[in-house]
């Protein structure tokens, strides 16, 4: 009787809180039940229909045929796509690499209690306020051979100057990385300057004390404490790599020929312009593989194996 009786009031207590839950999380379920179609449906759901049109041979509109991996074929032997592949490597490395090392020069270059520390964040930052449109119509003004920098030097008096990067084939995808750089270097100098606050004040008199140059403090120091930081700047323009298109098109429209063709407007330029959807979408699904490519080893080290260690 003992043993009934206490199994019989626990049985009563857990249902008690089990409906307890359902009141509470109900309700948030519901709040969140629309968000969470939008996810499935637009993002993951478009993610599947454009892979899907990948292996297709849909031109003006949408098929539904299987061709296999024809399009990718094509796409490998299109000159135009690799080229716009060799080209958004070329920006990735150097602009990630460029911003991360001038944004860490500009948040150490703050640190310092300089002067009219705000009026400085402010001209670093304003950039990044501006959209990418507004950055590369900027840039072609200031490097169009005729109208820009070469022009005024020249016109100073010195008329063997030359700077017209921007309409070399050769050159001008290192345009691109500059404005790219004058754009993002102040978001990271922002990520890097709050985690350079952080820094223990502790550490900076034991250095002093025992004589460590500046330069090493930073180095072994200073730098592998702002690793969180750094990720999360990284990440961020990587993103900014991936769906580089306003920037190319408001300076160069992919020109002088394709020299500064990227991946984003092969893809927009075949679904809105050539009308060859199946293309367009094998263009864009090798982003995604890349893109996912990228980010799994991220996710894992920072996610996955953490929780790993704790088990």
Not at 155 to 165: A, R, S, V
Request: glycine share 8%; aromatic share 10%.
């Amino acid at each position: 009787m003992d043993t009934v009786s206490i199994q019989i009031p626990s049985a009563r207590a857990a249902s008690t809180q089990g409906r307890r839950l359902l009141r509470t999380r109900l309700p948030v379920a519901l709040a969140l039940l629309p968000t969470a179609l939008v996810v499935l449906v637009v993002y993951i759901g478009c993610m599947v229909w454009t892979v899907r049109l990948s292996f297709t041979s849909s031109t003006l509109l949408p098929k539904l045929d299987w061709v296999g991996l024809t399009q990718y074929s094509r796409l490998f032997m299109n000159d135009r796509f690799v080229t716009s592949a060799e080209n958004i490597v070329i920006f990735g490395v150097l602009f990630i690499a460029g911003c991360l090392i001038l944004g860490f020069l500009l948040a150490v270059f703050i640190d310092q209690n300089v002067r009219a520390e705000g009026a400085f964040r402010t001209v670093f930052l304003y950039p990044y306020a501006m959209s990418f449109v507004v950055t590369g119509v900027a840039w072609q003004w200031f490097l169009n051979p005729g109208l820009g920098l070469q022009k005024v030097v020249r016109d100073l008096g010195f008329p063997n100057f030359t700077f017209d990067w921007i309409v070399s084939q050769d050159m001008a995808i290192y345009t691109i990385v500059i404005a790219g750089l004058w754009h993002g270097s102040g978001l990271t100098m922002a990520i890097l300057l709050a985690g350079l606050r952080g820094v223990d004040e502790d550490l900076w008199k034991a250095a002093k004390v025992d004589g460590v140059p500046t330069w090493r403090v930073y180095t072994s120091i200073v730098l592998p404490l702002l690793r969180p930081m750094i990720v999360t700047a990284t990440v961020l323009l990587a993103t900014s790599v991936v769906k580089l298109y306003d920037l190319v098109v408001a300076m160069t429209m992919g020109g002088p020929g394709i020299a500064t063709e990227v991946p984003a407007k092969f893809v927009m330029d075949h679904l809105f312009e050539r009308n060859n959807i199946a293309l367009g979408t094998a263009a864009a699904t090798i982003m995604l593989i890349c893109v996912v490519s990228i980010l799994a080893p991220w996710v894992y080290a920072r996610y996955v194996r953490p929780q790993g260690r704790h088990a």
